[in-house]
């Protein structure tokens, strides 16, 4: 897909944005408002997103907006109230407290960050402190996990509501979608955030996500990088699509 200038123009605002040392959640306003520009031809194909890592529900108008029934996923407990206050007033919207890996009823721990939590993860951080120093972890909780798959069942989860899986778990990714093997068999649409470099210790990156989802028919339609650090590598939000 070809940026437009828009898009070009914003990239170099956030550039400023790191270079001035300003706060990563400025950051965040911006990408939200270009990438759900940049979604939008996308919406009218979805029913219903599954949404892991919620955080507060940043993108619950949007998803009002487009008439999506959605599924918030929030591990962490303080972080789950005030995503369930922020979506009262939408009905098609339900929010559930897990942490969601590739293995069920194991215990881990979830770093907190001091970015609203915004980038937590229960992976130690690596190269991300490179491209966002101003971010670190301030406090750990330990939880149990659960797997996507074990929780659209125990939930009861009509997936035929629900055709878009939305990760945005700092690191995860691929514990969760190993976990995942029925739902991404009945997906349309996976959208992720996905670094090309160690962003957290052990993560998984941007090709791992790729090779792995080709196996359920799911192809790599969108690219967009929004971050950028000479001689580390780039974060990008990535679509995929059921061919």
Same mark, same amino acid.
């Given at each position: 897909?070809?940026?437009?200038?828009?898009?070009?123009?914003? $990239? +170099?605002?956030?550039?400023?944005?790191?270079? #001035?040392?300003?706060?990563?959640?400025? =950051?965040? /306003?911006?990408? @939200?408002?270009?990438?759900?520009?940049?979604?939008?031809?996308?919406?009218?194909?979805?029913?219903?997103?599954?949404?892991?890592?919620?955080?507060?529900?940043?993108?619950?108008?949007?998803?009002?907006?487009?008439?999506?029934?959605?599924?918030?996923?929030?591990?962490?407990?303080?972080?789950?109230?005030?995503?369930?206050?922020?979506?009262?007033?939408?009905?098609? $919207? +339900?929010?559930?407290?897990?942490?969601?890996? #590739?293995?069920?009823?194991?215990?881990? =721990?979830? /770093?907190?960050? @001091?970015?609203?939590?915004?980038?937590?993860?229960?992976?130690?951080?690596?190269?991300?402190?490179?491209?966002?120093?101003?971010?670190?972890?301030?406090?750990?909780?330990?939880?149990?996990?659960?797997?996507?798959?074990?929780?659209?069942?125990?939930?009861?989860?009509?997936?035929?509501?629900?055709?878009?899986?939305?990760?945005?778990?700092?690191?995860?990714e691929?514990?969760?979608?190993?976990?995942?093997?029925?739902?991404?068999?009945?997906?349309?649409?996976?959208?992720?955030?996905?670094?090309?470099?160690?962003?957290?210790?052990?993560?998984?990156?941007?090709?791992?996500i790729?090779?792995y989802?080709?196996?359920?028919?799911?192809?790599?339609?969108?690219?967009?990088?929004?971050?950028?650090r000479?001689?580390i590598?780039?974060?990008?939000?990535?679509?995929?699509?059921?061919?």
């Open positions: 897909m070809k940026l437009n200038h828009n898009y070009k123009t914003i $990239q +170099k605002i956030l550039s400023i944005i790191k270079r #001035d040392g300003l706060f990563f959640s400025i =950051e965040r /306003k911006f990408l @939200n408002k270009i990438k759900n520009r940049i979604l939008k031809k996308y919406y009218r194909n979805m029913t219903g997103v599954i949404h892991i890592g919620a955080n507060t529900g940043q993108e619950r108008d949007t998803y009002n907006q487009n008439s999506l029934n959605v599924i918030w996923i929030e591990p962490i407990p303080y972080i789950f109230e005030e995503l369930k206050s922020n979506i009262s007033n939408y009905p098609k $919207q +339900k929010a559930y407290n897990y942490l969601i890996t #590739d293995i069920d009823n194991n215990e881990y =721990e979830l /770093k907190i960050a @001091n970015n609203n939590g915004e980038s937590s993860s229960i992976l130690d951080l690596g190269q991300h402190l490179s491209i966002y120093p101003e971010v670190y972890y301030t406090n750990i909780i330990r939880l149990k996990s659960i797997t996507l798959d074990s929780f659209i069942m125990n939930e009861n989860i009509n997936l035929s509501q629900y055709n878009t899986l939305v990760l945005d778990t700092q690191g995860s691929m514990l969760i979608l190993n976990g995942s093997k029925d739902l991404l068999n009945n997906i349309t649409y996976v959208v992720t955030e996905a670094a090309d470099f160690e962003a957290y210790l052990g993560c998984c990156k941007l090709d791992e790729t090779n989802l080709s196996n359920f028919s799911l192809k790599l339609i969108l690219k967009i990088k929004f971050a950028h000479k001689n590598g780039n974060y990008f939000n990535v679509v995929y699509k059921k061919i």
